[in-house]
């Protein structure tokens, strides 16, 4: 396990170098893309889409949150409510002013409502061809979907940049797989794997 940890910091540390390396322009026209591409399949009406306030220069979900909303999709940004927990959900629309949350990352008013995503856009450091995926290391949203998926279902959607692809992620048994990545030129769909 320590090996497989040790692995996946050098391939974090790698792949966020060179996500670090795209210019300003190069990310807001990936998200561009991805937005103007939506998401490979069809939503059900009123879905519930949870996307995240990018950081880290991470690929900016809200062009295709806004582009979802226009559709009729309900919008959340999760919530981190302790390390080790699965993460929650408040209900988002565009315009709305986010509040610094515990770990400094914006986040929903305390008294916007809560809501169960059937969509989760999520980022990542670095993603391989399998649905794998390495985030920052908290695991808040392989326990998300742990917990999710015990009851709900729920299609969990990498957002990224190609040069953050790795060829293999070590995955380790608590780590979730995702259901597709999207980047700026591509559509993986791993629900055959």
Do not use: C, W
């Not at 210019?23 to 009123?46: C, D, T, Y």
């Not at 030129?185 to 055959?192: H, P, V």
């Amino acid at each position: 396990m320590k090996a497989a940890q040790h692995t996946k910091q050098q391939l974090r540390t790698a792949a966020l170098a060179a996500r670090d390396a795209l210019s300003e322009n190069a990310r807001s026209a990936a998200a561009q893309a991805i937005a103007a591409r939506g998401l490979p399949f069809p939503l059900k009406p009123g879905a519930v889409v949870s996307g995240y306030a990018p950081i880290r220069n991470e690929l900016d979900p809200m062009p295709l949150l806004h582009a979802l909303a226009g559709q009729g999709a309900r919008l959340a940004l999760p919530v981190v409510l302790a390390r080790g927990h699965s993460l929650s959900f408040r209900a988002y629309a565009p315009g709305d002013r986010l509040t610094l949350g515990a770990l400094g990352i914006p986040e929903p008013s305390p008294v916007a409502a809560e809501l169960v995503p059937d969509v989760m856009l999520v980022p990542l450091a670095a993603f391989d061809r399998t649905g794998h995926r390495i985030g920052y290391g908290g695991g808040y949203y392989d326990y998300t979907f742990s917990h999710l998926r015990k009851s709900h279902h729920v299609i969990g959607v990498g957002l990224g940049f190609a040069v953050q692809e790795t060829e293999e992620v070590p995955a380790l048994a608590h780590d979730a797989a995702l259901d597709y990545v999207l980047t700026e030129g591509e559509i993986l769909d791993f629900r055959s794997h």
